[in-house]
Every structure is written in C-alpha cells, then in structure tokens.
C-alpha cells in the first residue's frame, strides 16, 4: 500500500445520482479513507442512502473490517468478516451465481439486522451486467396512498431458506419498520425465489391479506419502478456505502463472462 496525502472534506467533489445516491471523489487518485471522519460518511449516508467513494485506497481484507469497526458491531459470517462475493463454476446459494439476485435486505436471517453495509470492488467487467440494483424504501412508502398504507401497517411476513452457504433459517417481520436515525417509514420486503429458477430459494408466506400470490406480485412491482431504484455499474477501486434500513438491494444478471470481485462486510 502507497502512502497517501492527508486531503480536507472540502476538497472532495460530490456528485448526485439519480434518483437517488452520491459520488464522492478525492481531488487525486490513492487518498486514504479514514482522512474522512466516520461522523461525516454516516451523515451523508443517511441522506444519500448510498455513497459511492472513488480515488481512495482500497484496503486489506483485515484493515477493510477494521475501519468499519468504527460503524459498530460487525457482523461475523462462517466464512468470516468479510464476505467475497465472485461468481462461482459450481454456487450452492443463487448470490454466487451469474443471474440475477432479488431485492432483499441484508441479514434477515440474523437475530439483530445490520445497519449499515458496505462494499469494495477489487475487480470489474464493464459492460457485462451484474449491476447492484438499489430500491429506496422511504420513498415508496412516501408515494403510497393511505389505504395501501394502511393495509402495509398490519402485514407481517414469514421468510424461510435452507442454510447452505453463510445464512439460512425462518424469520417472521413486520412489513412496515422504522428507521432508526430518521424515524421514517420503511418496508422490510425480500422477494420470494422459485426453486425451479435459483439456488437455495427464499419462500415468503404473509400474514394480512386475502391473496398472498397478487399481493406479493404487486409489491414487487412497485418497488422495482425506476423512480425508486439505482443501478451501480461497478469500476474497479469503488468503495460503496449504504444504508440496510431505508434500501433493499438485488444485483442484476451477468450479461456474459466476468471478473467481478466485490468484497462485503455488514455493521450491526
């Protein structure tokens, strides 16, 4: 690892995504970045919901858990702190697997649900899909009409998949939650697999409605409206933020081979 200049946060340049989401550019390539205080990155997470870091080092595997210790508690999984999410020849779970991964929202299978996560990116394909597709929950809650609220407010859904990879088990949760730095609405919402499709399927049951199957299909498909979604197109050397509780998140499918490497790590 290179050495680095110290930088001010005024020097960085920010630049807004649509509809939702920020770039943060260092000024020159190779910064460092614990020169930007934790309290200023989960700041603008919070409002951003996701934060896009370019022109800063990447870090070492034990350095990259480390500086999100800073966040809090961080989440451990079998195959430890950091997860590597590449696409494999054989995948038991469909996150491994060159399709397209559903919305969903990180650690729904664990007792406490992650408050923040967080990614770096140690390789890419460009143009070859695989794009993280980010949904922000906040704003469909905000659209919705009050009788579609209403009805939101006394559902509560079951999850359940087989442990196969790094998470597995059943999980019952209230479809509306709140956030816990804004106070905002929120939906806690994982799209269900077809076993005839993915690997390691997830099956939702709900609890609240006459017709489970229409309601399920309408929900997926307001939250998949491109007004309240962003697609991250990966480059090499990107660090991304994000906020668990006002976003779910699936990937697109792979458009053909690929050398993604992405590496995860998940902060209660």
């Not at 190779?30 to 022109?55: C, F, H, K, M, Y």
């Not at 077809?194 to 709900?206: A, G, M, R, T």
């Not at 007004?227 to 699936?250: K, M, P, R, T, V």
Request: proline residues 6%; negative net charge.
């Amino acid at each position: 690892m290179t050495a680095s200049t110290s930088i001010s946060v005024d020097s960085l340049v920010h630049t807004p995504l649509r509809p939702f989401g920020r770039i943060v550019e260092a000024p020159i390539g190779g910064q460092n970045i614990s020169d930007i205080p934790v309290d200023t990155l989960a700041a603008w997470t919070i409002e951003s919901r996701v934060l896009v870091l370019r022109g800063f080092q990447l870090m070492e595997k034990q350095q990259f858990a480390d500086w999100c210790r800073q966040w809090g508690e961080v989440l451990e999984w079998p195959p430890g702190e950091v997860v590597d999410l590449v696409v494999e020849d054989d995948p038991k779970n469909y996150l491994f697997a060159s399709g397209d991964v559903p919305f969903h929202w990180d650690g729904a299978f664990v007792e406490d649900n992650p408050r923040w996560f967080f990614f770096q990116c140690l390789d890419a394909t460009p143009g070859a899909g695989g794009e993280t597709v980010f949904s922000d929950t906040t704003a469909v809650y905000r659209d919705a009409d009050p009788e579609t609220r209403e009805l939101w407010s006394k559902i509560r859904m079951t999850y359940s998949t087989e442990k196969l990879a790094h998470y597995g088990g059943e999980v019952t949760e209230k479809l509306i939650s709140q956030h816990p730095a804004t106070g905002l609405p929120v939906l806690r919402f994982a799209e269900p697999l077809d076993p005839e499709v993915y690997k390691n399927p997830v099956f939702v049951s709900v609890d609240g409605v006459d017709d489970q199957e229409e309601f399920l299909k309408s929900l997926a498909s307001t939250v998949h409206r491109r007004e309240y979604c962003y697609d991250h197109e990966w480059q090499a050397g990107d660090i991304l933020l994000a906020d668990n509780f006002s976003l779910i998140h699936g990937r697109n499918a792979f458009s053909g081979p690929t050398n993604r490497h992405l590496q995860r790590v998940e902060v209660i």
